[in-house]
C-alpha cells in the first residue's frame, strides 16, 4: 500500500476529499485542488455545497477567482452525498468541535462525520483528521468506528493521521499553503506517506511526529499557551489600571528586550474557534488521569470574566462623565474576534453587548465586516454607517475590534468618551476622552 500511494502521489493520480467546507476546509480543498489533484468538498449544508458548485466563495482567506477557475475546470466539486467517498484516495475531516452547554468537547461531528466515512471507505485511502480535538480522538475515537464500519485493517488497507490546523483568519503573510504543517499518524508508513501527500500541496515545512496524540496535544499546547499568556496581561490590565499605569506601555517597554519575552495583549475577552475552547479539551481529558490543570484553569477563569470587567470599567467611564450606565446610549464599534476580518465566532464582544443591555445600556454595534450577527438563534442588526453625526449621539464608544478602516481621528474628535479596549487610539495624540482598557 505504502509504495502504490506514494506512486500515485507523485503522478497526481490521488483524488482528494474534504470533510467540512468551512474556515479550515474550503482553503485546505482549494489548495488541493491548485495543486492537480481532483477534490471533492463534503459538507452537509446544502447552501455550502450550491455556492462552491456555482464558484462562489463564503471565506476572506479564498481567492474568489481560484476557486471560480476551479470548479469551472474540473478540479473541485461539492457534494452532501458521502457515497462518493469510494471515490477518493486521501479524505480529510475539518468539521467543528465545539464545547457543548457544560464546557465539554462536543465531538459529534467529528464522530458522524468518521461514521459517514466508514460505510464507503476503500482500500488504500489515507484518512486524516484535522479537527482540534482532545489527545487520544484519532486512535480511540475515529480508528475502531473506520474499522468496524468499513471491515477493513488500519495500517493494512487504510492509514489514519491527525494533522491539525492551522487557519489564522486574515493573516496576511500566513496562509494554508505556507504555515508549516504537523503530522502524526497510526505507524511509520502512514505518517511517510501522509506528509508526502501533504508536501505535494503545501509549501510550509511539514514536520512528522511519532504518534497522532502529540499532534492533538500539540495544537492544545499552542493555544493553551496563548490563553494563559492572554490571561497574565489581562489580570495585569486590571491591576495596573489600580495603579493608575497603562499596561500597554509597559508591553512596549518590555518588547524591546531581542529575547525571552513575547508581546501579548489585553483585551475585552478571548474570541475566535481555538483558544478560547481548546484549553477545556486538555482539562477535560485531564480529569480522565485524575489531574487538574490549575494554571490553565486559572487563565481561563480570568479571560471569561473580561467581558464583565469590561463592562465595570465602561461604567467607570460614564460615571466621570456623571451618567449612569442604565440609559445611556452605547456604540460598541466591532463584532469580529479580530480586527479586519468576518469571523465573530465566540467573539466577546458578543458577550460585552450582551451584558451592556441586561444594565440597561441602549446599545447599538457598527462593524464594517459584519453587518449583522445570529446569536441564541436570533439576528442582530448593526447600524449601516458612522459619521460625526451619528458618533455626537451617542454617550459612550466602546472600541471592542480595532478594525483599520475606521477613521479613529474623526471618532475622537467627535465621541463624549470613548473606551479603547483594543489600544485602536494609540497614534492619537489628543486624549482628553479617551480610557484605555
Known amino acids: 500500500m505504502k509504495e502504490r500511494l506514494l506512486e500515485k502521489i507523485a503522478k497526481r493520480d490521488i483524488t482528494v476529499g474534504v470533510v467540512g467546507l468551512g474556515y479550515v476546509g474550503l482553503p485546505l480543498a482549494v489548495e488541493k485542488a491548485k495543486a492537480g489533484f481532483k477534490t471533492i468538498g463534503f459538507d452537509v449544508q446544502e447552501e455550502k455545497v450550491k455556492m462552491v458548485n456555482e464558484g462562489h466563495n463564503y471565506i476572506g482567506d479564498v481567492v474568489n477567482e481560484d476557486l471560480k477557475e476551479l470548479v469551472e475546470s474540473g478540479m473541485m466539486k461539492a457534494t452532501s452525498d458521502f457515497s462518493f467517498v469510494k471515490d477518493v484516495d486521501f479524505i480529510a475531516i475539518c468539521v467543528p468541535t465545539p464545547l457543548d452547554k457544560h464546557q465539554e468537547p462536543d465531538i459529534s461531528y467529528v464522530k458522524s462525520s468518521t461514521e459517514a466515512i466508514s460505510k464507503h471507505l476503500s482500500r488504500d485511502t489515507m484518512v486524516v483528521l484535522e479537527s482540534t480535538t482532545y489527545p487520544g480522538t484519532t486512535e480511540e475515537l475515529l480508528l475502531p468506528i473506520l474499522e ?67 499532534a492533538e496535544m500539540e495544537k492544545i499546547l499552542e493555544n493553551t499557551y496563548r490563553n494563559i499568556n492572554i490571561g497574565l496581561v489581562n489580570e495585569l490590565a486590571i491591576l495596573c489600571n489600580k495603579m493608575g499605569i497603562s499596561l500597554w506601555e509597559v508591553i512596549d517597554a518590555a518588547k524591546t528586550k531581542p529575547y525571552g ?90 458577550n460585552v453587548i450582551d451584558i451592556l443591555k441586561e444594565r ?12 449583522k450577527y445570529k446569536r441564541n438563534g436570533e439576528w442582530h442588526e448593526g447600524i449601516s454607517e458612522i459619521n460625526a453625526d451619528i458618533i455626537k449621539g451617542y454617550d459612550l464608544i466602546l ?34 476622552n479617551i480610557s484605555l482598557l
Open 399 to 432: 472600541v471592542a475590534t480595532a478594525h483599520d478602516a475606521y477613521d479613529y481621528e474623526m471618532i475622537r474628535k467627535n465621541a463624549v468618551a470613548i473606551f479603547d479596549t483594543r489600544n485602536a487610539f494609540k497614534d492619537v495624540e489628543e486624549r482628553d
Open 360 to 371: 440597561g445600556a441602549v446599545t447599538d454595534f457598527y462593524d464594517p465586516w459584519i453587518p
Open 261 to 350: 519575552f513575547q508581546a501579548f495583549y489585553p483585551g475585552p475577552g478571548l474570541g475566535g474557534h481555538c483558544i478560547p475552547l481548546d484549553p477545556y479539551y486538555l482539562t477535560w481529558k485531564a480529569r480522565e488521569f485524575g489531574f487538574h490543570t490549575s494554571m490553565i484553569e486559572n487563565s481561563m477563569i480570568i479571560n471569561d470574566k473580561m467581558p464583565e470587567y469590561t463592562v465595570d470599567r465602561a461604567a467607570s467611564v460614564l460615571n466621570e462623565h456623571k451618567k449612569a450606565l442604565n440609559g445611556s446610549k452605547v456604540l460598541v464599534l466591532g463584532v469580529a474576534y479580530k480586527n479586519n476580518i468576518d469571523d465573530y465566532r465566540e467573539s466577546p464582544a458578543l
Open 148 to 214: 468496524e464500519g468499513s471491515g477493513l485493517k488500519c495500517g493494512e488497507d487504510f492509514y489514519l493521521g491527525f494533522s491539525p490546523e492551522r487557519v489564522d483568519p486574515g493573516n496576511l503573510i500566513y496562509k494554508t499553503k505556507n504555515t508549516p504543517k504537523v503530522v502524526g499518524a497510526v505507524g511509520k508508513d502512514a505518517t511517510e506517506v501522509i506528509s508526502a501527500m501533504y508536501r505535494e500541496v503545501l509549501e510550509g515545512e511539514i514536520y512528522e511526529v511519532s504518534s497522532p496524540a502529540i
